[in-house]
């Protein structure tokens, strides 16, 4: 084992060869030496067929029933790599109570972490020749890091935020953490000393922003400062400890053109939603959990006119928008009296009150959808919100099953030509188990034909395999139907390029 907790020789996550090298072997023709001998064609006895656990993506696309049958009797629990952490938090352990008998804790809070790292330095020297304990100056920058993230951040967690191909961060109780890099889980290597730290943590993040988080309400939604949204639910109710679940944000705000870029659809798709955000079209981001609603959502922004009045809605603000003139609005849980609760659907009415030109909700998910639907259809053209499902055609049904959640009374058929006559688009967002997300579908909503709501696809992703590293191939398809909402693109002079990308 080398100093930074690696065996020597070892490559890491590093894809297995395709196949391994053998030397030919072929009987020699007549009057040929051994030393001589031609190669048979491909194909031959010297080509031993390849396992599978050397084909792309593991043997996916080659025997998919011996990987069933693998995962069947196999252990498939994911581990995790100790080193040169994990001896970093096993020295953190005996470090911090003594180094907490030697400082005033109120008066460290009030440092920042450089001045804190400044002062501990000294008395982190002193407790490690107390506990004759040798480090070299590597170990020793770390071990200050970690004491102060103990003390002012997070703990563990910071390492974690700080890793910027890290997209997810799903702690399940204190000894078990997974990440998500790339569309793909795997586990962490970070520990919590026991649940009592971790609810420590939790407690932390919820009170940083006014929530709390503990027995008598063992559910919270959170934020942390870089608008990274947190989920945290506690026991009784979660089995395992406390459970948190950490969605982060780029620090770098993403671009339609950005999504462009990184195949997330194509240039004519980038050019419409462009079109479509600048000519205050009324658009519902769908598709499932993680499938970059929000990240659609906010690219879509940096399309609205900088002169309009922009207000967002949501339970736990994460839209960071570019806008100069926007104002965020966040629900309010109820008190411990079980009083004082502000829902995303009195916002909205309040909302309307404060002369919008565009609201945005994050999310909706009950009966705050008719206001939403009330507000698109009285003069606050360009509203946006995301919702939860798999289809476009999906999308409009569960708009309509939202209304009917609430106190309003109305006919199914009234509810559906609310929805037909306030959204002009629906884009439909999707994560592929490649792990890629992608924009499936742009639908337009046209109007009623009877009791049904008629639609128009403008453009659509079409699977088409999987390339050698597992990855899916397909291609993004314009219909080549003239768009309905052309004329509210003519009316901000689009009309054309509108027109050209949807042909």
């Known amino acids: 084992m080398s100093a930074f907790g690696k065996k020597p020789g070892a490559t890491g996550n590093r894809r297995p060869a395709f196949g391994v090298a053998r030397p030919m072997q072929s009987t020699p023709r007549p009057g040929q030496t051994e030393a001589g001998v031609v190669p048979l064609p491909s194909g031959g006895a010297q080509f031993p067929p390849l396992d599978a656990t050397h084909l792309p993506g593991g043997g996916a696309m080659s025997d998919p029933m011996a990987r069933l049958d693998s995962r069947m009797h196999g252990n498939n629990e994911p581990t995790a790599q100790g080193g040169f952490e994990e001896s970093i938090h096993k020295i953190k352990e005996q470090v911090l109570p003594r180094l907490l008998e030697r400082i005033d804790p109120e008066a460290a809070a009030t440092l920042t972490k450089d001045e804190l790292s400044e002062e501990f330095r000294p008395i982190i020297g002193e407790v490690l020749a107390d506990l004759k304990i040798t480090l070299n100056r590597r170990e020793q920058f770390a071990l200050e890091k970690t004491l102060v993230d103990e003390l002012l951040g997070l703990g563990p967690l910071e390492d974690l935020l700080a890793d910027k191909a890290v997209t997810d961060i799903m702690i399940n109780g204190p000894e078990q953490t997974f990440v998500e890099r790339k569309g793909k889980l795997e586990l962490s290597g970070i520990k919590f000393r026991d649940e009592e730290h971790l609810f420590q943590i939790a407690q932390r993040i919820c009170n940083s922003v006014g929530r709390r988080v503990d027995q008598t ?21 979660s089995l395992k400890g406390t459970a948190i679940s950490i969605r982060k944000f780029s620090d770098k705000p993403i671009t339609l053109d950005n999504l462009r870029d990184w195949a997330a659809m194509s240039d004519k798709m980038c050019t419409a939603l462009k079109v479509a955000g600048a000519c205050r079209f009324n658009i519902v981001i769908s598709g499932g959990t993680g499938s970059g609603k929000t990240t ?31 104002l ?56 946006m919100c995301t919702l939860h499902s798999n289809s476009p055609r999906e999308c409009l049904g569960r708009m309509e099953n939202m209304v009917m959640m609430g106190d309003i009374k109305m006919p199914k058929e009234a509810i559906s030509r609310q929805i037909a006559d306030s959204v002009d688009m629906i884009v439909q967002v999707k994560r592929l188990r490649d792990g890629s997300r992608r924009v499936t579908n742009i639908t337009e909503v046209i109007g009623m034909e009877g009791p049904v709501i008629v639609t128009q696809e403008l453009f659509k992703f079409e699977y088409i395999s999987d390339d050698a590293d597992g990855k899916i191939v397909g291609e993004y398809r314009p219909m080549g139907l003239r768009p309905y909402t052309l004329e509210k693109a003519r009316q901000y002079g689009f009309e054309q390029p509108y027109l050209e990308a949807c042909l």
């Open 296 to 326: 659609m959502l906010n690219a879509l922004s940096r399309m609205i006119d900088p002169g309009e009045r922009v207000i967002t809605i949501e339970d736990a603000a994460e839209l960071r928008l570019q806008q100069p003139h926007w």
């Open 328 to 383: 965020p609005l966040e629900t309010r849980p109820a008190n411990l009296e079980g009083n004082g609760e502000i829902t995303i659907r009195d916002l909205v009415k309040n909302s309307l009150r404060m002369r919008p030109d565009r609201v945005i909700l994050g999310e909706i998910r009950g009966s705050e959808c008719f206001d939403l639907l009330a507000a698109m259809n009285t003069g606050h053209d360009g509203s």
């Open 217 to 237: 309400s063992p559910l919270a939604d959170a934020r942390l400062k870089d608008g990274s949204r947190v989920n945290v639910i506690v026991p009784p109710l």
